[in-house]
């Protein structure tokens, strides 16, 4: 049988400001042989996160970095063609670290089997995948939402921001989501059921804050940071809760991050303001995404996938992500 070629993706050198093409190695090598405990996967849909721009740079996070020319770090979902691993057999399809590329060889660390006949395959990268799982224990775990708050979500009209402002209106609150543009605006209204919606690119973010939450604000769904952080900081309900998820704002500078200059409200408001890493919560993804299912079943939640295709096409449309260029979450199609 003549080999199989595998496009890959490597990092080539550490970005500075915003990734490029040019820090990436675009290379087609033959597909390694199965060694016994690995599978081989031929990738499907790989899922395209800004965590992966946090990935490239060294220095201590809560994952190791990326290595200068390894492949690229990627969730996927892909078809199993061949296993010397007993818990996989050809023709499974498993979600995982695939990397940016066509077929994944190794062990299937952290791997599981998923289900096309349930849903979509792609969706197993968003309101199934880790997507979903950030919004699930960041909203409940974090912002500990109670029937009747109101919830401010950034970054609302993205993957994450999306099925968190969903999950908060099961949970009987009133949400209101930042985006930037109409169509966004719009789409939180009329696509995600929010309550409220801040355009935070054509309209003052404080006027619109104190428009659509009078009463203040008591969970703050954090996935922006930067100037949007500091103008919701100002609106805190006393008690409120800040969840920080994400700061895409500052993923590509190339200062310092820019910490928020109005904390002292978590002071006066008895406020709490608490990091998140959905990895924490693994030993609960399976209950949350039968909870999921279960919602996306029955109407509640809206999933949206952005799929982009073709391998070739990875560092260009991972930047739609930093230029607000996707509706709902961004997949890569191989
Ligand atoms: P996403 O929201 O689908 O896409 C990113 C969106 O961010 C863009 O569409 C854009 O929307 C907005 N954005 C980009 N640059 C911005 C800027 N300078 N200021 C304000 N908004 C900006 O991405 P996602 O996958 O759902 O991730 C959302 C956040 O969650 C990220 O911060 C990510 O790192 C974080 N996250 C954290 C964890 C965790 O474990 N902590 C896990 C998953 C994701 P607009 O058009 O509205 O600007």
Redesign the pocket.
């Known amino acids: 049988m003549t080999p199989l070629n595998n496009r890959q993706f490597l990092l080539a050198r550490r970005p500075v400001g915003a990734a490029s093409r040019d820090d990436f190695t675009f290379q087609t090598v033959p597909v390694d042989a199965v060694a016994e405990g690995q599978i081989l996967v031929k990738s499907e849909y790989l899922s395209l996160?800004?965590?992966m721009r946090g990935w490239m740079n060294e220095g201590k996070s809560y994952i190791a970095p990326v290595e200068l020319g390894a492949v690229m770090r990627a969730l996927g979902v892909g078809r199993v063609i061949e296993s010397q691993h007993p818990k996989f057999a050809a023709g499974d399809y498993v979600q995982g670290a695939l990397g940016v590329q066509d077929y994944f060889v190794g062990e299937p660390k952290g791997f599981n089997k998923v289900d096309p006949n349930v849903v979509p395959l792609q969706r197993y990268l968003s309101a199934l995948g880790?997507?979903g799982m950030?919004a699930y224990f960041?909203l409940l775990e974090v912002g500990a939402p109670k029937s009747g708050d109101t919830v401010v979500i950034?970054?609302?009209?993205?993957?994450?921001?999306s099925m968190a402002g969903q999950i908060a209106k099961i949970k009987g609150c009133r949400v209101i989501g930042i985006?930037?543009?109409a169509e966004?605006c719009h789409a939180l209204l009329n696509d995600y059921g929010f309550d409220g919606a801040i355009d935070?690119?054509n309209e003052d973010i404080h006027a619109g804050l104190k428009r659509e939450c009078p009463k203040g604000v008591d969970v703050y769904f954090d996935?922006?940071g930067?100037e949007?952080l500091d103008a919701v900081l100002t609106r805190l309900a006393p008690k409120a809760r800040v969840v920080i998820?994400?700061?895409?704002?500052q993923?590509n500078n190339k200062e310092a991050v820019k910490g928020p200059a109005n904390y002292l409200s978590l002071l006066v408001n008895r406020a709490r303001m608490e990091g998140?890493?959905?990895?924490d919560h693994a030993a609960n993804f399976a209950s949350a995404g039968m909870e999921i299912a279960g919602w996306l079943a029955q109407g509640k939640i809206n999933s949206k996938e952005h799929v982009v295709d073709g391998l070739e096409t990875f560092p260009e449309t991972l930047m739609m992500?930093?230029?607000?260029?996707?509706t709902?979450?961004?997949v890569l199609k191989v």
């Open positions: 996160d800004p965590a880790m997507t950030s960041a950034s970054g609302a009209a993205g993957a994450v921001g985006a930037g543009g966004k935070y690119k996935n922006v930067g949007i998820c994400g700061a895409i704002s993923y998140f890493v959905v990895m992500l930093f230029k607000g260029e996707n709902g979450k961004l």
